[in-house]
């Protein structure tokens, strides 16, 4: 089996007490599997058993809904501040060369306070931010830009993998345009088994570089005046990530610097450290010593804040009768611009009995890619699930089956028959081989699966707080990305007091609260369940214990339950949930919690599918449903999740059916920086979406699984498109001009 | 978007006196109208021209409404989208123009925008759209579209420069034979709808109309109806909704006893002015209405066609979207 990356398991003994247990973390985006010691089992909390739960593994609705949808809550786009100057970026217009400028110009214009060179005259990538005005309104700021009067000398460039590839290009990296990495598997072994498989099949993938598209765009809103403290309001998934590095920029020490992520409008895994626009504005607020608002507009957003690198995948696949792969070998092309792109690689998460691969990056001079929800993983599955689509029906085989046929993992099984009974798959017509409609439309139905690690580690420090008026707080540092984190801090804490969601207020997302994790990998729910978890048990033990003392009673004869404190000694004995707290002393009754392990597990599956229908005149898809099924472990919140399936769903809609950035590798321009050419799906192009949590995952642990949920859609949909009509489109997104010429009719 | 001093009228002829009298060397942008300013803002927020003045025409009240004219209608400038869409007239009389108007863009687009600014709207083609592109449309040498990234650009009618006019209700009154009434300091004319567009060879090929600088349009009117001849807009598009056309058809057809007696088509997306195959019109005559027909029709509508590097699919896309048409005629009441 093809893990996608790990550590090798620890091979020295866990010491007296102590115990190894796997989990995950993020590395430039990748779950990397991660063996860490823990304490064996301390006695501490344990999530109660499923049917003992009133809040959690049910529906719960956002603490903060109703603020989001009515517009009070507010982003960093939204803050204002006395005396706050808006700050533009411009972004090269050319892929790499000189520029210069005449910041006087600028200075001199009314109602600009500050002009900087930013990139220091020389440009290595198209759309690099090159020159940032602050001014009284942002108006007065892009005039500002305007004076500067920049003008660009360009160099030789490349922007494709043909420019960076062709003799004499100029070199963008110190190590030459394209880095290989590793090779792997048995390459002579994996030839030989090629050659006697029963079938085989050769194709080419080529996938586009997608934007994050994050709804609220990168930036901060940074409050420095002179003087020794700043604040930064940051758009960030890391809510700890900021603070340091914008101490440095600002000349500060580190705490003095307060990073406040009140609400962020989605970062998907684009939004680490202070990054650019946050570097660009303190250095700004530096020179002004008055705070700067600066958050990108979209042709930034498009230029130098990251992207999914492209790629393209040369695969052979060979099966023998019954289905069984038995060999693969995969050529792999990422394309990250200045950076290196991501591939897990392939066989991916499928069993090949001889498989080998080779891996390289090509570099252009673009905006560097980043991680994106599940960096690689879509890419890959595009490349993998095609070719065993296109292996099924080479030998005559029916796709799902030959699916379930390669994975070993008994849970993908009942996940994809799930997928298949949802979708309709026993009463489809095309299952053995493509179909071909009624000459005008073509219904057709594919499949795809998921892998995610999600787990957890020790970071985060959660404080709960019940005062003596019986309000209760949790605080700690993180950040929501739009996930439901502030909701389920809220609902661990009810849950454990016996109370209803409302009578916990979170507070979240400042540095000033207990540390935290960054949001990246769907590590968030694993790391900071398990700490609210810990915090709240802790609080209702020293809580019971307080009131126990105030009634003179053993506290093993107090429980919280709905919304009071019951004395099971005596059989009048309950008391109101203010009348317990009203015993507590003045100063309330607080705990910190701390990661525990025994809370957070790791890995998780997924499958999807995705039926389309196909206009053969046309060649325009609509995909009509989806399907995902999906395991987290314990669910904490059931609307949320379905909420991150079917906002994973709609992403991978998207990277199928519409998203590319389209640059001209003549001119040197990107053609569609901005939500027009650059197109994502709408509200008229949501499918049927059934995202439907699997329940039959009894693990009594928190996982984490977002990403997991973007992965297998694309692939999905491009399968469907050839089981209807046998246009097998090798390239995303599956526009009407690919899928016409796949049908053979350009 | 540059400063600008912003006009308001209340007649046409000072709206008219606040425009230029002739086009200036960069083509005439000292003063530009606005209306519902969806096109237009995004031209200016994009800097690809930086008017000194700009002429609001919301307060000249003749644009506005829809009359009855005979049996025909005659739509003011500043009617939106929206009410187009919406019209029962329309909707009953002249179907593919409200099908066409409620393709357009969003609902909060067609709430806002005019007839007038769809018929005047500049083209979409992202060359045009970026001012790092100093492109033949705006005043420069080269169209880059021709040996570049040309996949929504012209099939038909190309050359020296390779937009699609993108409106969506030009197509529709065209099949209409509606006409424009226009008003400048010159005085006031009415043009055929095919007549208002221009192929960039036959013309000043910054522009897609023939109307001056100082010409606005006040109405459209349509003839009236055509009892028996029945018309619909069809289009293709990446995004189903919100989304400009990779290629759009208005047909209408007079079909007795199986047999098409009277078929007219504008092609939309596919040139730089909504398109007619004449021929292809004139060989529907006397066919059956089936899909051998159809197809055949739709073929002779794209002889001719000289696709770019990108943009072959065009013709089969376009096409196609031809017999859907017909075939939507026929199966549906509309």
Same mark, same amino acid.
């Given at each position: ?38 304490? @064996? ?8 058993? *499923?049917? +003992? ?46 520029? =210069? ?65 062709? &003799? ?41 570089? #997608? ?50 992520? &009140?609400?962020?409008? %989605? ?6 450290? !202070? ?20 958050? !990108?507009?979209? @042709? ?102 030959? *699916? ?95 109370? #209803? ?9 400042? =540095? ?31 809580? !019971? ?136 799906? %709408? ?64 | ?25 960069? %083509?005439? +942008? ?27 025409? @919301? ?113 529709? !009154? ?9 008003? =400048? ?21 910054? +522009? ?50 199986? @047999? ?48 770019? =590097? ?25």
């Amino acid at each position: 089996m093809a893990r996608a990356l790990q550590d090798g398991p620890p091979t020295e003994p866990a010491p007296e007490g102590k115990e190894w247990k796997k989990t995950s973390k993020d590395v430039d985006g990748h779950p990397v599997d991660h063996w860490i010691l823990v304490d @064996k089992d301390d006695g501490g909390p344990t999530w109660p058993a *499923r049917e +003992r739960l009133s809040l959690l593994n049910k529906d719960i609705e956002r603490v903060d809904g109703a603020e989001k949808v009515t517009g009070a809550a507010v982003y960093s786009h939204d803050v204002r501040l006395e005396g706050m100057l808006y700050a533009v970026v411009l972004p090269a217009a050319i892929p790499q060369g000189t520029y =210069s400028l005449d910041l006087d110009a600028a200075r001199a214009v009314d109602g600009v306070v500050v002009a900087q060179d930013v990139a220091g005259g020389e440009v290595r990538y198209l759309g690099q931010a090159v020159a940032a005005v602050a001014g009284i309104t942002p108006d007065h700021a892009r005039d500002g830009l305007r004076a500067l009067g920049v003008e660009f000398e360009a160099g030789e460039w490349a922007l494709t993998r043909e420019q960076a590839m062709a &003799e004499g290009a100029p070199a963008i990296g110190r190590r030459g345009n394209r880095r290989s990495g590793r090779a792997r598997g048995d390459s002579d072994a994996t030839r030989a088994a090629l050659e006697s498989a029963a079938a085989a099949v050769e194709a080419e993938y080529t996938l586009p570089v #997608q934007h994050h598209v994050c709804l609220e765009t990168h930036g901060v809103v940074v409050d420095y005046r002179g003087g020794g403290e700043a604040t930064v309001y940051a758009s960030t998934q890391g809510t700890f990530t900021i603070g340091s590095e914008a101490a440095g920029t600002l000349g500060l020490r580190d705490s003095d610097v307060t990073a406040v992520v &009140e609400h962020m409008g %989605g970062g998907f895994g684009s939004k680490f450290g !202070l990054d650019i626009p946050g570097d660009i504005a303190c250095r700004l607020a530096l020179e002004a010593e008055r705070p700067v608002h600066l958050l !990108l507009d979209r @042709k930034g957003e498009s230029s130098f804040v990251g992207n999914r690198s492209g790629g393209w995948q040369r695969v052979k696949a060979g099966c023998d009768e019954t289905g069984k792969l038995v060999a693969l070998d995969a050529e792999i092309e990422t394309y990250g611009g200045l950076g290196r792109g991501s591939n897990p690689g392939l066989p991916y998460i499928y069993d090949a009995q001889e498989y080998s691969r080779v891996q390289a990056s090509v570099m252009t001079n673009t905006d560097s890619s980043r991680a994106m929800r599940a960096p690689g993983h879509p890419q890959a599955s595009f490349a993998m699930e095609s070719i065993l689509d296109e292996l099924a029906y080479e030998a005559g085989l029916d796709p799902l089956e030959l *699916r379930k046929t390669n994975l070993s993992d008994p849970v993908y099984h009942r996940q994809l028959d799930r997928v298949a009974a949802e979708i309709g798959w026993s009463e489809h017509p095309n299952r053995t081989a493509p179909g071909t409609g009624d000459g005008w439309t073509a219904t057709g139905i594919g499949f795809g699966v998921a892998t995610w690690g999600g787990g957890g580690r020790p970071v985060c420090e959660v404080d709960v707080k019940i005062s003596s008026d019986g309000s209760v707080t949790v605080e700690v540092g993180t950040q929501d990305l739009g996930t439901g984190v502030r909701t389920y801090v809220a609902a661990i804490v009810a849950e454990e007091l016996g109370l #209803q969601v409302e009578q916990v207020t979170p507070r979240i997302g400042s =540095s000033r609260y207990g540390a935290a994790n960054a949001s990246g990998g769907s590590v968030t729910t694993a790391c900071l369940a398990p700490s609210v978890k810990a915090a709240a048990w802790a609080v209702r033990r020293s809580f !019971l214990e307080k009131v126990a003392g105030a009634r003179g009673v053993d506290s093993g004869q107090l429980k919280c339950a709905d919304g009071a404190v019951h004395d099971l000694s005596s059989a009048a004995g309950k008391l109101s949930w203010s009348a317990a707290c009203a015993l507590l002393p003045s100063e309330g009754v607080a705990e910190r919690g701390k990661w525990n392990h025994k809370l957070a597990g790791n890995g998780v599956h997924g499958a999807q599918g995705a039926k389309v229908e196909v206009d053969l005149k046309t060649g325009q898809v609509q995909v009509l449903e989806m399907v995902a099924v999906q395991d987290c472990g314990l669910p904490l919140n059931h609307l949320a999740l379905r909420s991150q399936l079917n906002g994973g769903m709609i992403q991978a809609l998207g990277y199928a059916l519409l998203e590319e950035r389209v640059l001209d590798p003549e001119l040197g321009l990107n053609l569609n920086p901005n939500m027009e050419d650059y197109k994502i799906p %709408g509200s008229m192009q949501m499918p049927l979406m059934k995202a439907i949590v699997d329940e039959e995952d009894d693990r009594q642990v928190v996982i984490g699984m977002s990403e997991a949920a973007v992965i297998p859609g694309a692939s999905a949909i491009a399968n469907a498109v050839h089981n209807a009509c046998g246009a097998r489109v090798r390239e995303l997104p599956l526009t009407p001009d690919k899928v016409l010429a796949a049908l053979g009719r350009v | 978007m540059e400063r600008f001093e912003l006009e308001i009228p209340t007649t046409v002829t000072e709206a008219v006196d606040l425009l230029p009298a002739s086009w200036d060397e960069d %083509g005439g +942008r000292e003063a530009m109208p606005i209306a519902g300013g969806q096109d237009l803002l995004t031209v200016l927020k994009e800097e690809l021209y930086a008017p000194e003045r700009l002429v609001h025409l @919301k307060g000249i009240s003749d644009f506005g409404g829809i009359r009855e004219s005979g049996k025909g209608l005659v739509l003011g400038a500043l009617l939106k989208v929206a009410s187009v869409a919406a019209d029962p007239r329309i909707r009953l009389h002249w179907r593919a123009l409200a099908e066409a108007a409620e393709s357009v863009a969003s609902p909060q687009i067609r709430n806002q925008a005019t007839l007038g600014g769809n018929l005047c709207q500049r083209p979409r083609c992202w060359y045009f759209r970026s001012s790092d592109a100093p492109c033949l449309k705006k005043g420069g040498y080269e169209c880059y579209a021709y040996g570049g990234k040309n996949k929504y650009n012209a099939i038909f009618g190309g050359g020296p420069s390779y937009i699609v006019h993108p409106s969506d209700i030009a197509p529709a !009154l065209q099949l209409f034979r509606a006409s424009v009434k226009t008003q =400048s300091g010159g005085g006031s004319r009415e043009l055929a709808i095919s007549e208002l567009y221009t192929l960039p060879a036959d013309s000043d090929v910054t +522009r897609e109309t023939v109307l001056g600088p100082d010409e606005l349009i006040e109405s459209v009117s349509l003839p009236a109806p055509e009892p028996g001849f029945k018309t619909t807009y069809v289009k293709a598009q990446e995004r189903g909704s919100f989304d400009f056309a990779l290629s759009a058809v208005a047909l209408g057809v007079r079909a007795q006893g199986g @047999k098409i007696t009277e078929c007219r088509m504008v092609l939309g997306s596919v040139a730089p002015v909504p398109w007619q195959p004449e021929r292809a019109e004139q060989e529907a005559i006397g066919m059956k209405d089936e899909p051998e027909s159809w197809a055949k029709i739709a073929a002779v509508a794209m002889e001719g066609a000289e696709p770019l =590097s990108e943009n072959g699919y065009k013709v089969p896309l376009t096409k196609g979207l031809i017999e859907k048409a017909f075939k939507r005629l026929r199966e549906e009441d509309v």
